[in-house]
């Protein structure tokens, strides 16, 4: 992985890019690689954390916000958010959302684009969506003179989701937002690219903090062991080289 290109990062809710790839999106800043993200919702479903009552529209608002300011302190050069319905991104037409994909990848010249692995990392549904909406418009923008090169999925080992799992037991999920099988799929883990961000860990730390309706504490106080391997570790697969 070439820190000093173009990356993309293409997820579905604000505090994708910090929590599941803000160690790499600080990385290739701090090479002189260029970077943007992608949010296609607001998450105005996700729960707050914040002791102040909020609407759905108020959280969608404050989530935005969160994540422009934690892009700038990963040093995102490009944020943009879609406002698709949190939860209903599956239900969306498959055609429009690869096309308002396809609008940025052109714009941005991306030489990589980065998105969840097929089962979503958690099994999100909005998640396993944003993944097969992001392949299509990486293959579909090949058209362009400046296509984009590599596909790299944000994955995570088995041990790894297992010791988070047991982690964040006692973290609602919102109903009706997961698959019941966790949106398990198959990996060859030996193919993963793990990446230690320790370097510019105190950079993803403090952009978590931006995201403050979603408790990064929760991130920033796991035990010792799973914090090494899942906060300080990040892992990537290789879908795609052309």
Not at 109 to 122: C, N, R
Not at 138 to 146: C, H, I, T, V, Y
Not at 220 to 235: A, C, N, T, V
Request: proline share 5%.
């Amino acid at each position: 992985m070439d820190f000093t290109k173009s990356l993309l990062a293409i997820f579905a809710h604000p505090d994708d890019e910090t929590f599941g790839c803000g160690g790499l999106l600080a990385l290739f800043s701090r090479a002189g690689g260029v970077t943007a993200a992608i949010s296609a919702t607001r998450g105005e479903k996700g729960k707050s954390h914040l002791e102040t009552p909020m609407t759905p529209e108020e959280l969608a608002q404050l989530r935005a916000e969160e994540l422009k300011n934690a892009a700038k302190i990963l040093g995102v050069s490009r944020v943009e958010t879609f406002a698709y319905p949190d939860g209903g991104l599956d239900e969306q037409s498959e055609d429009e959302v690869v096309e308002k994909l396809l609008t940025v990848i052109k714009e941005f010249s991306s030489y990589a684009i980065l998105t969840f692995g097929p089962d979503g990392g958690s099994g999100h549904r909005d998640h396993i969506a944003i993944h097969k909406f992001t392949c299509r418009a990486f293959l579909e923008a090949q058209k362009f003179d400046s296509s984009p090169k590599e596909l790299y999925f944000r994955v995570i080992p088995e041990a790894v989701k297992e010791m988070r799992r047991n982690a964040a037991s006692s973290r609602p999920r919102t109903p009706g937002h997961y698959h019941d099988d966790g949106g398990h799929v198959s990996y060859s883990e030996s193919e993963f690219i793990g990446i230690d961000v320790r370097p510019v860990l105190e950079i993803k730390n403090r952009a978590a903090i931006m995201h403050r309706s979603q408790n990064p504490e929760w991130f920033l106080q796991l035990p010792e062991q799973i914090r090494k391997e899942f906060w300080e570790k990040e892992y990537y697969n290789l879908a795609e080289k052309l």
